[in-house]
């Protein structure tokens, strides 16, 4: 079940929610840390469905609203951010490599 939203597209959809890129299609379906993405949610006021779903975020999107680049911290440990994952984009492939120090 898709829910319409105000500024066009759904919640449960892999468009971004910012640009309208669907991230599926660009490889950025990532996991990020509960915190980090609750965050950027609550900071921008981001609607949210019944469910406290968000929906999705393109990489240069959520950095944007972040304020930051994103590393490998910021990513949780799952298979989805293996970072030698091969379906990833260039972009998030660099990000879940991104440990600096
Ligand atoms: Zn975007």
Same mark, same amino acid.
């Given at each position: $079940?898709?829910?319409?939203?105000?500024?066009?597209?759904? #919640? !449960?959809? =892999? %468009?971004?929610?910012?640009?309208?890129?669907?991230?599926?299609? #660009?490889?950025?379906?990532?996991?990020? !840390?509960?915190?980090? *993405?609750?965050?950027?949610?609550?900071? *921008?006021? $981001?609607?949210? %469905?019944? =469910? &406290?779903?968000?929906? $999705?975020?393109?990489?240069?999107? =959520?950095?944007?609203?972040? &304020?930051?680049?994103?590393?490998?911290?910021? =990513?949780?440990?799952?298979?989805?951010?293996?970072?030698?994952? #091969?379906? &990833?984009?260039?972009?998030?492939?660099? @990000?879940?490599?991104? @440990?600096?120090?």
């Amino acid at each position: $079940m898709k829910r319409k939203l105000p500024g066009g597209g759904s #919640i !449960r959809c =892999f %468009d971004c929610r910012k640009c309208g890129v669907n991230t599926s299609e #660009i490889g950025e379906y990532y996991g990020l !840390r509960t915190e980090l *993405w609750q965050g950027v949610v609550d900071c *921008w006021k $981001m609607q949210t %469905d019944e =469910f &406290g779903q968000a929906g $999705m975020l393109c990489i240069h999107c =959520f950095e944007n609203l972040l &304020g930051r680049t994103l590393t490998a911290e910021d =990513f949780v440990d799952c298979p989805l951010n293996d970072e030698n994952r #091969i379906s &990833g984009s260039p972009l998030l492939q660099q @990000r879940l490599k991104n @440990r600096p120090g």
